[in-house]
């Protein structure tokens, strides 16, 4: 058997090796050889993936059912009531507040992301050299390191240094800033968070939008459809699954939003733009309760686990999964 | 006539599609132009109002952070990010190629462990680090922060690698066991140099990721491993807004950023989504 066959047989897909080797004779030592081999380069990875995220978690659970406070070292390793976090984390009102917050910050911000991330996808489908250099442009917001955002935005909300209140004053209106106003802090963030992360929703449309079939399309214009009809009538239901998988990324990774609210708001005015990772950042970070906060991870983390399964369904088991 | 008329009106909508466009892209470039420019402001401009519109640029803001802090900060940033990313590439790829040819049953399991360690909070991980660091003593030190990176790093690179490798055909690592080469030598020799491009793609990934850090610099760091990030942020705390300072502290941590990431606008994507969405 020449090895030129072998190569060829090789391209067909993966196992085609065994079988190569089945056939010539040498399956056992060499099969056996190959998958200790595999073995010897997997197992630093996993024992390091493990000591490096799997400890922590663990760990991370076991102050979870303790009191631990920083201030009182006593509270350490003290398992004499482990359920008192989660049974605190019940009745917790700046909690719940904080989740509700996530909630309604979350969901507008995934929604205009959706819509903007859509709207200028479909004006940017389009491959002329214009278009191209523009597509790069809306990116940036999205590659700015998440701090320099932040910054950015607090800038644009100062009224003394920003360009906004300058027009404001020439037009005479007297407007206060949002970040320090209860009914529109959450809004402001809600601005600052779409500018950031609609470039992400785009560029995952634009890519599925690069891969959708032309023929439909060619049918439906010469059947006379219109660029609307078109557009909603084949690009959308092809569109359906790339825009969940999409909005369930923004989603989860909205709850991790930190920077934007530490430099705007620092959770205020009183709590109202407090969400619930930020919540557990004062609660861990400035006030030393590490064990509470632990209980509140928890949740946190057992709610992400279940958005990212329902993520990995999503993407394997739709039909044109293919971006 | 009425063929000429549709294409009037084709070239029409594709006009008022491309204003529309063209002024979407000036709206969400402004924030970011005007940041950059009130860097090289003089500090009078700044608070200027509608008269500081117009300036004389100068350097005195990035001046003045040179003889700061800022510049060990930078240093620290730049460190950590590289040390994290060589490591996790050290460790991951060779995982990654394993991966990719032994034949695994638990597909998914992997790919959600990938996912969900992408997806926590750094809080979640932060809280146990701070704990145990302050145990052995590694809170506000640069080993502390490049263990840290570890936990989003080591994920990235075996996700990207293993699918960049799932790409690559079998036959040339056949043909070489054939030919007697050890599996080792054929991994070192064979696998490795073709996978160049892919592994600098990671790389830079990996670096973006490590270097974008706030969290963790933020909780885990005080003074000596502060990295920039946090360093700028701090300006916002001393007495008196120091603005100039800010925009030239903020731009300096972008322009590797920027330059990077608009280079392989393609990867984007591919890294954002590690753990779902084969790139």
Not at chain 2, 49 to 68: A, R, V
Request: overall charge neutral; glycine content about 6%.
């Amino acid at each position: 058997m020449s090895a030129v066959e072998v190569g060829n047989r090789g391209r067909s897909g993966p196992g085609s090796a065994r079988g190569v080797y089945a056939k010539a004779g040498v399956l056992p030592v060499f099969e056996k050889q190959r998958q200790r081999f595999f073995w010897l380069l997997l197992a630093p990875v996993l024992a390091i993936l493990g000591v490096v995220t799997l400890l922590p978690t663990l760990y991370l659970l076991i102050t979870s059912f303790t009191p631990l406070n920083l201030a009182n070292p006593a509270t350490a390793w003290d398992f004499s009531d482990p359920l008192v976090n989660y049974r605190t984390l019940l009745t917790d009102d700046r909690l719940h507040n904080s989740l509700w917050v996530q909630a309604k910050l979350s969901l507008v911000t995934v929604v205009l992301q959706l819509l903007f991330g859509l709207g200028i996808a479909l004006l940017l489908n389009v491959r002329t050299p214009l278009m191209n250099a523009l597509r790069t442009s809306f990116l940036v917001p999205m590659v700015l390191p998440p701090i320099v955002v932040a910054i950015i935005w607090k800038v644009l909300y100062s009224p003394d240094i920003s360009p906004a209140w300058w027009l404001f004053q020439v037009l005479g209106w007297n407007i206060q800033t949002p970040i320090t106003n209860a009914a529109w802090a959450l809004s402001a963030i809600v601005v600052a968070d779409t500018w950031e992360w609609f470039p992400f929703t785009m560029l995952i449309i634009l890519a599925a939008l690069a891969m959708m079939p032309e023929e439909q399309r060619e049918a439906a214009v010469v059947d006379g459809a219109s660029t609307w009809q078109l557009t909603w009538y084949i690009t959308l239901p092809y569109l359906k699954q790339t825009l969940m998988v999409a909005g369930l990324f923004r989603l989860i990774d909205s709850i991790k939003t930190f920077p934007l609210i530490y430099i705007l708001t620092d959770g205020g005015p009183g709590s109202v733009t407090e969400v619930s990772n930020y919540y557990i950042f004062v609660q861990s970070f400035s006030f030393s309760y590490i064990g509470y906060s632990s209980a509140v991870t928890m949740v946190l983390l057992a709610m992400i686990v279940v958005l990212s399964w329902v993520i990995v369904r999503a993407v394997s088991g739709g039909s044109n999964g293919d971006q | 006539m009425a063929t000429s008329k549709l294409a009037a009106a084709a070239r029409r909508n594709e006009f008022i599609a491309n204003t529309i466009v063209v002024v979407l892209a000036i709206i969400t470039l402004l924030p970011f132009l005007w940041f950059v420019v009130m860097s090289f402001k003089p500090a009078d401009d700044i608070f200027a109002g509608i008269d500081g519109f117009f300036f004389k640029p100068t350097l005195e803001n990035y001046t003045s952070l040179w003889s700061d802090r800022f510049a060990s900060s930078m240093m620290n940033s730049f460190i950590t990010s590289s040390v994290s990313t060589i490591l996790a590439l050290l460790i991951g790829t060779p995982g990654a190629y394993a991966l990719s040819r032994a034949t695994m049953k638990q597909e998914r399991t992997m790919s959600l462990l990938i996912l969900a360690s992408r997806m926590a909070p750094p809080v979640a991980f932060a809280i146990p680090y701070f704990l145990v660091y302050r145990y052995m003593g590694l809170l506000d030190t640069r080993l502390g922060l490049i263990i840290v990176y570890l936990t989003f790093n080591l994920a990235l690179v075996v996700w990207l690698m293993r699918n960049f490798f799932d790409g690559t055909p079998r036959a040339l690592e056949e043909a070489a066991w054939i030919d007697g080469a050890s599996l080792w030598k054929t991994f070192m020799v064979i696998v490795l140099p073709m996978s160049g491009p892919a592994l600098v793609t990671t790389a830079i990934l990996c670096f973006l990721y490590s270097w974008n850090d706030f969290f963790f610099a933020l909780t885990l760091t005080r003074n000596n491993a502060m990295t920039a990030p946090v360093e700028v942020v701090n300006f916002m705390n001393y007495e008196g807004w120091e603005w100039g300072k800010i925009a030239a502290g903020g731009t300096l941590i972008m322009v590797p950023v920027l330059a990077f990431s608009l280079l392989m606008r393609k990867y984007l994507v591919a890294g954002m989504t590690a753990g779902a969405v084969k790139g």
